[in-house]
């Protein structure tokens, strides 16, 4: 079978430097399948690369993507030519001990879709191991299947949560991922959500897309209150005025400021969880005298595990997760120096870039 002759692709030259460039198309091996790209999703971590002046060689970015499946390789009985995908980013060597133990996601030997020096998927064509495509119903779009994996960021978030009927949560951070946790965590029931961020226009855009509330948090700007009074203080003040009585069940940590850390071990009741999803500073201070004298869990979360595509695309199709207000513009690849520098710019919510065009 002849392969296709153009696969341009999005790649990192230097410091906020693309170029379009062609790749060669890798033919499918044994148990492989090429996918033809239609959509990817640009996030912060892509954007991370794009503003370093150190990655390691020209590398094609993007890592959350969907298409069709254009051909299959031999032996491969379980995937079909013309078959609609989600492919899943992260290449897992599925033999160490955390492979083993069905957490993937941090396994010893990641390679991961653009993730320096691992080529990413802003390209026309990409080859992979069958068992990294996820199918996808036809009623989920080009532009929506292009945001599939930050949902599945989000369900594997709130895996680790434990996230069930009738919880109260709160969200630090109304970026992309603390609207997808959001979303998600209403799937689940959760019975009354609280979101917070530093900028008020995010909060409001968090209530319209389903939040309880949404507060825009304030700064101390009293030198005669310490930072732990004050954070101390306004944990209280919210968790009354939301009645929310003994605090929340849940927190989830979303913007990497560590005020934001502190704000949530204070609001959450005793036996309550808090997820640190946010990266920040890599040294933070949280109250732990608080964690132990309230029993508190505090976990990490990190990419997805074996099931969290196939859950956000179900989620998906069946309208529980509705992605379309948070995709905010769609770039041709050909256009995606301009995507990326809209990223920068932090005015979007969810940039698309439409792989084929
Ligand atoms: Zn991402
Ligand atoms: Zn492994």
Same mark, same amino acid.
């Given at each position: 079978m002849s392969?296709?002759?153009?696969?341009?692709?999005?790649?990192?030259?230097g410091?906020?430097?693309?170029?379009?460039?062609?790749?060669?198309?890798?033919?499918?091996?044994e148990?492989?399948?090429?996918?033809k790209?239609?959509?990817t999703?640009?996030?912060?971590?892509?954007?991370?690369?794009?503003e370093?002046?150190?990655?390691?060689k020209?590398?094609?970015?993007?890592?959350?993507?969907?298409?069709?499946?254009?051909?299959?390789?031999?032996n491969?009985?379980?995937?079909?030519v013309?078959q609609?995908?989600?492919?899943?980013?992260?290449?897992?060597?599925?033999?160490?001990?955390?492979c083993l133990?069905?957490?993937?996601?941090?396994?010893?030997?990641?390679k991961?879709?653009?993730?320096?020096?691992?080529?990413?998927?802003?390209c026309q064509?990409y080859?992979?191991?069958?068992?990294?495509?996820v199918p996808?119903?036809?009623?989920?779009?080009?532009?929506?299947?292009?945001?599939?994996?930050?949902v599945?960021?989000a369900?594997?978030?709130?895996?680790?949560?434990?996230?069930?009927?009738?919880?109260?949560?709160?969200?630090?951070?109304?970026?992309?991922?603390?609207?997808?946790?959001?979303a998600?965590?209403?799937?689940h029931g959760?019975?009354?959500?609280?979101?917070?961020?530093?900028e008020?226009s995010?909060t409001?855009?968090?209530?319209?897309?389903?939040?309880?509330? $949404?507060?825009?948090?304030?700064?101390?700007?009293?030198?005669s209150?310490? =930072?732990?009074?004050f954070? &101390?203080?306004? @944990? *209280? +003040?919210?968790?009354?005025?939301?009645?929310?009585?003994?605090?929340?069940?849940?927190?989830?940590?979303?913007?990497?400021?560590?005020?934001?850390?502190?704000m949530?071990?204070?609001?959450l009741?005793?036996? $309550?969880?808090?997820?640190?999803?946010?990266?920040?500073?890599?040294?933070? =201070?949280?109250?732990?005298? &608080?964690?132990? @004298? *309230? +029993?508190?869990?505090?976990k990490g979360?990190?990419r997805?595990t074996p099931?969290?595509?196939?859950?956000?695309?179900?989620?998906?199709s069946?309208?529980?997760v509705?992605?379309?207000?948070?995709i905010?513009s769609?770039?041709?690849?050909?256009?995606?120096?301009?995507?990326?520098?809209?990223?920068?710019?932090?005015?979007?919510?969810?940039i698309?870039i439409?792989?084929?065009?």
């Open positions: 392969l296709p002759t153009s696969n341009r692709a999005l790649v990192w030259v410091k906020r430097k693309l170029e379009v460039q062609q790749r060669p198309v890798v033919a499918p091996g148990g492989e399948v090429l996918v790209i239609m959509s999703g640009i996030c912060g971590s892509d954007c991370h690369n794009w370093s002046d150190s990655v390691s020209q590398l094609v970015l993007g890592h959350e993507s969907s298409g069709i499946i254009e051909q299959v390789g031999k491969v009985t379980d995937r079909f013309g609609r995908v989600a492919v899943e980013p992260g290449n897992a060597c599925m033999n160490c001990e955390f133990k069905g957490n993937p996601n941090v396994c010893a030997n990641l991961y879709c653009g993730m320096d020096p691992t080529d990413g998927t802003i064509y080859t992979c191991r069958t068992s990294m495509t996808i119903p036809d009623n989920v779009s080009w532009e929506e299947a292009g945001a599939i994996q930050p599945a960021i369900v594997q978030l709130s895996r680790r949560a434990a996230l069930n009927v009738g919880q109260t949560m709160a969200i630090f951070g109304c970026g992309p991922l603390g609207l997808l946790v959001l998600v965590a209403k799937s959760v019975k009354k959500i609280v979101m917070f961020d530093i008020q995010r409001e855009f968090a209530e319209k897309y389903g939040a309880d509330v $949404g507060i825009a948090t304030p700064k101390n700007t009293d030198p209150v310490d =930072s732990l009074t954070v &101390q203080n306004y @944990a *209280k +003040e919210v968790i009354s005025k939301h009645e929310l009585g003994h605090g929340f069940d849940v927190v989830v940590e979303a913007s990497g400021a560590d005020i934001c850390s502190q949530g071990v204070f609001m009741k005793a036996g $309550g969880t808090m997820v640190q999803a946010g990266l920040g500073k890599p040294l933070t =201070s949280v109250p732990f005298f &608080q964690v132990t @004298a *309230k +029993e508190l869990t505090i979360t990190v997805y099931g969290c595509f196939a859950d956000a695309i179900s989620l998906i069946r309208k529980l509705d992605l379309k207000p948070l905010t769609t770039y041709p690849l050909t256009k995606g120096a301009e995507a990326f520098e809209a990223q920068h710019a932090r005015k979007d919510i969810k698309i439409m792989n084929q065009e």
